[in-house]
């Protein structure tokens, strides 16, 4: 073989490297996490599932506060290439610091799998990504490429547990200060839950979309991109970050009062038709308006006191020349190494791991058998209750994953009604969703909540529970529960779900289950806590004998 023929081999070696290093990676990478973007998806458009809906609809009902999610990838997108096209970044490959970081954000994702906790993979997609860029191009290259990566933060879905239970404060404090406003505007108001009324036989409800958490999230979100192109610097920029929290909870307290004045001068249902409608979109105008007009005011600031800031183009000193060698091969080939393969050969390795810890195990046990944990009939403190079975949505089967469960309504002698509700897996741990999200996806206001505790329970005593009241219009409801998780009960959902991922883990009862009490709270919230009591420590003592 010739000079001339091996000089003639060996680019197309280096050209074909680079390419199938991308391609492994790239591909292992959506394997890897495809099944986490599906489940981001149905939590930005709840309603993607309901196929009989126009695809209108599909992407417009339902109640998000993430709607703003698939713009987060794409302009986080966007900011990577006309960074690497336009400002200078050196190829100094960090392989200590990338293996460190890929490492342990690929255990993260594994052990989330493991558990199911779909938000934590996506935080850990960051972390890869992170390491990624110190592994192939290094740190001053993270120095860089921080922001589009940060940025993907805001793409990821909070628990709903989390979501919801902000949903509640944010609801009673938007009420409270919304009241109290209008009020010193001189409207004859009150207050009661997250009840609005006004004089002349008028109501408002704050509902969940009123309460500024979806505006929060979303000018969180592009609150980040704007303080990140301002004309502030160093901790002037973090404290134009930090005010978007109080400008997102002003904008919206303004929309609230809003609200109840429209609703005083003309009607509830003009305030809560258009006007409702267009104050929405408003209300991230006004939010601009005072973060920009704050950007403004600290410039001013420190020119008045004769400090002023020194403003630079954002890359200053940083932008590519003419002259500069290009950019985009130099970081493409550095996939093409020996360390480059290495880690698309990691990345196709974790893929693979993701598959097989997401696997489908079927129970053994049958819905018959959780249909037998607690009586037909229940003697509960002398007296004799019959019951008929009630049956669950297709739709809420389909968020429970389809677990096994017991839904029966009791009915008392005197013909007050309790409905009982037992939601049991035996080895899926996402079977058990806290009642708040169900209540409150279902379009139940909820205007109160409290830990209590359940006395006098056969072979236990005390039961740790927890209460809440939900309003739907004038009527009220009672919803008492506790948690089951293995041999214990809690009232905790982070408590349970921890005791059953550690449970299943050392291979002990990794059962758990919800059990829900209900009954109306029009005649007395008292006689409705004290009949949903009765029948919880009822059936406790069923529950430990016939469940695992």
Request: charged content about 15%.
């Amino acid at each position: 073989m010739t000079e001339a023929t091996l000089s003639s081999e060996q680019p197309t070696r280096k050209t074909w490297r680079p390419a199938a290093g991308w391609v492994l990676l790239i591909g292992a990478l959506v394997a890897s996490f495809a099944h986490n973007f599906w489940e981001m998806w149905l939590r930005w458009f709840p309603a993607w599932h309901l196929t009989h809906l126009s695809l209108y609809d599909r992407f417009m009902e339902g109640e998000s506060y993430y709607t703003h999610g698939p713009l987060i990838p794409v302009v986080s997108l966007v900011i990577a290439v006309l960074l690497i096209r336009h400002v200078r970044i050196p190829v100094k490959p960090n392989r200590k610091l990338g293996g460190l970081v890929l490492g342990g954000s690929l255990l993260l994702h594994l052990v989330a799998c493991l558990a199911r906790v779909n938000f934590a993979s996506g935080f850990a997609l960051i972390g890869v990504l992170t390491g990624l860029v110190l592994w192939l191009w290094g740190l001053r290259a993270l120095r860089q490429l921080w922001f589009p990566i940060a940025l993907l933060v805001f793409m990821v879905p909070l628990p709903e547990v989390t979501i919801y239970d902000l949903n509640f404060r944010l609801k009673m404090f938007a009420a409270d200060w919304g009241v109290k406003l209008a009020s010193a505007l001189g409207v004859i108001v009150e207050r009661s839950g997250n009840r609005v009324f006004i004089e002349g036989d008028k109501s408002l409800v704050i509902a969940n979309v009123c309460n500024g958490l979806r505006t929060l999230i979303s000018l969180l979100a592009f609150g980040a991109l704007y303080c990140y192109v301002c004309r502030l610097r160093g901790l002037w920029r973090l404290g134009l970050f930090a005010m978007t929290v109080p400008v997102a909870v002003v904008s919206n307290s303004i929309r609230i009062v809003s609200l109840i004045i429209v609703a005083d001068i003309w009607t509830p249902e003009v305030a809560t038709g258009w006007y409702h409608d267009w104050s929405g979109i408003l209300i991230f105008v006004l939010a601009f308006m005072l973060m920009f007009g704050i950007e403004r005011f600290v410039l001013w600031a420190r020119k008045a006191v004769g400090r002023p800031a020194q403003v630079v183009p954002l890359f200053h000193g940083q932008t590519r020349d003419p002259a500069d060698p290009p950019q985009w091969p130099t970081m493409c080939r550095s996939l093409g190494s020996t360390s480059g393969l290495a880690v698309g050969a990691l990345m196709v390795f974790v893929a693979v791991a993701v598959w097989w810890l997401g696997r489908t195990v079927p129970s053994g046990l049958t819905p018959e058998i959780v249909a037998k944990a607690v009586p037909a009939d229940l003697n509960v403190d002398g007296r004799s209750l019959h019951s008929y079975p009630l049956t669950m949505d297709d739709r809420t089967l389909m968020i429970l994953e389809h677990p096994s469960y017991l839904y029966r309504r009791y009915i008392a002698p005197d013909g007050v009604v309790v409905d009982y509700c037992l939601i049991f897996s035996k080895d899926n741990r996402k079977g058990t969703h806290p009642p708040d999200v169900c209540l409150a996806g279902s379009g139940e206001g909820i205007v109160a909540k409290a830990d209590v505790v359940l006395d006098g329970v056969q072979g236990r005593g005390a039961l740790p529970c927890r209460e809440i009241v939900v309003q739907s219009g004038l009527a009220k409801q009672y919803h008492l529960y506790t948690y089951k998780c293995g041999d214990r009960y809690t009232r905790s959902f982070w408590t349970q779900q921890f005791v059953i991922f550690t449970n299943g883990l050392l291979n002990r009862n990794a059962s758990g289950a919800l059990v829900r009490v209900s009954t109306s709270a029009d005649d007395s919230l008292g006689q409705a806590k004290a009949r949903c009591m009765a029948l919880l420590r009822a059936s406790v003592p069923h529950l430990d004998k016939n469940l695992p």
